[in-house]
């Protein structure tokens, strides 16, 4: 599974879909639609085998993967209207995650509701992505998550890794900025919770402490604490900085993705924690409370631990 780390060092980048190559994603994807009624409900079955076929068998990068190192990610679909035969609406839960070195560990890189999915679907016809045109709502939406986790996952094994994926999926906003469907442009999301804002905001410089602290986090802190466990916490412990640099300086209004790191990693860093040392503890609950005031009491559970 590591190998991902070597494959940083290649000067050989992405980013075209192709064949020859293992794939990098072992998506589970469930459709719901128990919301839909008195319609054909074989369409939802066979539309979940095309999205797991899409993913799963699609060559997203020219690097090639073990089948122990595909990435594990799961999609859920709530489809919520069916406007026509062909037309959905719902949406969209994505999860990634990563395994720890040494252990049977997985930890969360991404867990996120996309909740503006429109897109059409012709039962049992092919679905066709295109790097250079939107050609499609349904492939350029998973063709857009499946380089986001990616470029996440690239960047936990190295710094700044997954700057090229960003890019991919980058270019996928840009391409879909004449689509119909919501979800692709900066003034559909005043929040900036959206596709567009989602990757604008990871690619800006202002936001490059939180991939350093993904790679901090991972690398240099989780995978080694099998055999390190105060030096691995004590280095998770001083990516905190990063978090809440990013926090002050507001780069802007919302610091979403900031928020989504915290979303995934918050229970994670309070077991962590709850087993360091009083000075350390205090430091990173105080931390913690400032960049995540919504959940201040849940972070009293560090100093409250033994």
Known sequence: MFSRIYMLLAAVLVLFPGKGYSQELKCNVQIVSQQIQGT????????QTAVYEFMNNTNWTNHVYQIDERIEVNFMFNITEQLSADEFKGTLTIQSRRPIFNTNYNTTLI???????????????SLEYDVTQHLSNL?????????MIIGLDYDSYGYLGGGPFFQQAENIVQNAQ??????????ESLDHKNRYWL???????????LREFNYSYHRMGLDIMDSKVNEGRAVIAESLDKLQMVYREKPDPFVYWLQLILDAKSDEMINIFSESFTEEKNRAVNILQEIDPANKTKYDKIQASN
């Open 40 to 47: 054909n409900k074989q369409v939802f079955q066979t539309m």
């Open 111 to 125: 867990n996120f509701v996309d909740n503006n999915i429109h897109f059409r679907y012709v039962e049992f016809e």
């Open 139 to 147: 492939t350029s939406l998973l063709a857009y998550w499946a380089y």
């Open 178 to 187: 004449n689509a119909r469907e919501g979800g692709w442009k900066p003034f």
């Open 199 to 209: 990757v604008t905001d990871i690619l800006n410089d202002g936001y490059r402490p």
